[in-house]
């Protein structure tokens, strides 16, 4: 390796150590949540670096779930639109990159390394005072999003949310659009024990006069976010009523594509295709819909054909995801009680098997009683396991959950569980990896990622 390389590279992971010397609650969980997050660091830091995020036009996004696939939709919408067309998500899969992208490429290390040492002044003179608190690493990485797009002259920038919404770092923008995911119980201790403050905490993204797009949701989230919107004169669009399905979904199970058709407020829009799969994917498709119409309406055009490429050619991994077939494995980020629902639902709609056996782990933090109970209802036999990440929740804890007539297996490590499974079952069953985004990628990386001598090692353990 030159020795050019070798110095980026060390300078790029003495970038990534500086950024973890801020709390980093991905990672670990806070103590108390009294003062955690302040928006007015935020506004700070930016100031110092002079006001990044009002540099370019945003469509801001939050909820519970799907707001990461949405925003991937809508990002891809707006570059085959021809826009040079920023994403901003949490978490990521694979690599720290991911989370900032540009026309669908990620954030290169050399100038992740630049914007840290750009940001690096500021936030030291931060520190001396620490007038609101302590920055937080999601707040610090924010904004290091925002200094990029800058840089890189964007025309436009689809943010998602990292928790909630009022006190979340990515709001301190004014954007074109606001929208609204479906929203479910995550983060109780966080954002609250019931809906109706889940949801509030939620619709603290929605602007003065901002119209806001969105998803289907239980009456009580519905009756929240319509009081903001109401309160904020802000125009309120329901997917289900002003851009709604128009007749049934047709399921491609060979292609593994599922097409619509769909009416919004400005056009009618005819056999549109998607290849992430669940009727859930089609109310976020349909709420990417709703935005790109509120952004035609405010002289940033999008036609009806890049609205049907882009919605053909996005991808967001991880989401009811084959890596394998014969015997089917899938992989799917549910991380909550109603995702598990949902993907439950799914996976009968989309794959024929004979036997499902499902390998498991789920955060510490997360509702692991209720996951399990949606997803015990089609399991056959349930293996536990845990990601390598200080949030996964013990083995031992998991498997007391789990009936014992169905209980496979306990397993510290992914590769392990999926090489005990693949002994297990026939060509004509089903693994289904799920419970968290850190299990999901940690099953992907052993089956189809770029190899390292250790990691085809693990393919070949795994017998494919």
Not at 114 to 143: D, M
Not at 193 to 215: H, M, N, R
Not at 340 to 364: C, M, N, T
Not at 458 to 463: E, I, N, V
Request: proline letters at 4%; one cysteine or more.
């Amino acid at each position: 390796m030159p020795l050019l390389d070798c110095v980026d590279e060390m300078e790029y992971t003495e970038s990534l150590q500086y950024l973890d010397t801020f709390a980093n609650y991905e990672k670990i969980s806070p103590q108390t949540t009294e003062g955690l997050w302040r928006l007015e660091r935020v506004h700070w830091l930016l100031e110092q670096l002079g006001n990044p995020h009002q540099k370019f036009p945003t469509i801001h996004i939050a909820g519970t779930k799907g707001k990461g696939s949405t925003a991937a939709m809508l990002a891809s919408i707006l570059k085959v639109a021809g826009y040079r067309t920023g994403l901003y998500t949490s978490p990521h899969l694979f690599d720290l990159k991911e989370r900032i992208q540009l026309s669908g490429i990620s954030i290169p290390e050399q100038q992740l390394t630049q914007l840290v040492e750009t940001i690096k002044p500021a936030a030291e003179r931060y520190r001396q005072n620490e007038q609101w608190g302590p920055l937080t690493w999601f707040e610090i990485f924010t904004v290091i999003a925002f200094l990029f797009f800058s840089g890189e002259a964007v025309d436009i920038v689809v943010l998602e949310t990292g928790l909630g919404g009022r006190l979340d770092a990515t709001n301190v923008v004014t954007p074109k659009v606001c929208a609204m995911t479906s929203i479910s119980y995550d983060h109780t201790a966080i954002l609250g024990s019931d809906l109706a403050s889940i949801a509030k905490e939620k619709a603290g993204i929605i602007k003065e006069k901002v119209p806001v797009v969105v998803s289907p949701q239980m009456p009580q989230v519905m009756e929240v976010l319509a009081q903001t919107a109401k309160e904020k004169n802000a125009p309120l669009y329901e997917v289900g009523k002003e851009i709604h399905l128009e007749g049934k979904i047709e399921r491609d199970r060979q292609r593994r594509k599922q097409s619509f058709n769909a009416v919004g407020r400005l056009e009618r829009y005819e056999k549109l295709s998607l290849s992430l799969l669940g009727d859930y994917q089609v109310n976020n498709a349909l709420t990417a819909i709703g935005i790109a119409e509120c952004l035609k309406e405010q002289n940033i055009p999008v036609s009806e054909k890049s609205i049907a490429e882009g919605l053909s050619q996005a991808q967001w991994p991880g989401r009811l995801q084959v890596l394998h077939e014969r015997p089917f494995i899938v992989v799917d980020g549910a991380q909550n009680k109603a995702s598990a629902a949902a993907l439950a639902q799914a996976i009968p709609e989309w794959f024929q098997y004979d036997h499902l056996l499902l390998v498991i782990g789920i955060s510490k933090d997360k509702d692991q009683q209720g996951i399990l109970s949606e997803l015990s209802r089609i399991a056959h036999r349930i293996m536990v396991t845990r990601a390598d990440h200080p949030r996964a929740t013990s083995v031992d804890r998991l498997a007391e959950m789990v009936p014992t007539q169905k209980l496979a297996g306990k397993f510290s490590h992914i590769d392990e569980a999926l090489h005990k499974a693949r002994k297990m079952i026939s060509t004509g069953d089903l693994i289904l990896v799920t419970g968290s985004l850190f299990v999901v990628a940690e099953a992907i990386q052993a089956m189809q990622k770029p190899f390292t001598s250790a990691q085809e090692k693990a393919r070949k353990l795994l017998g494919f």
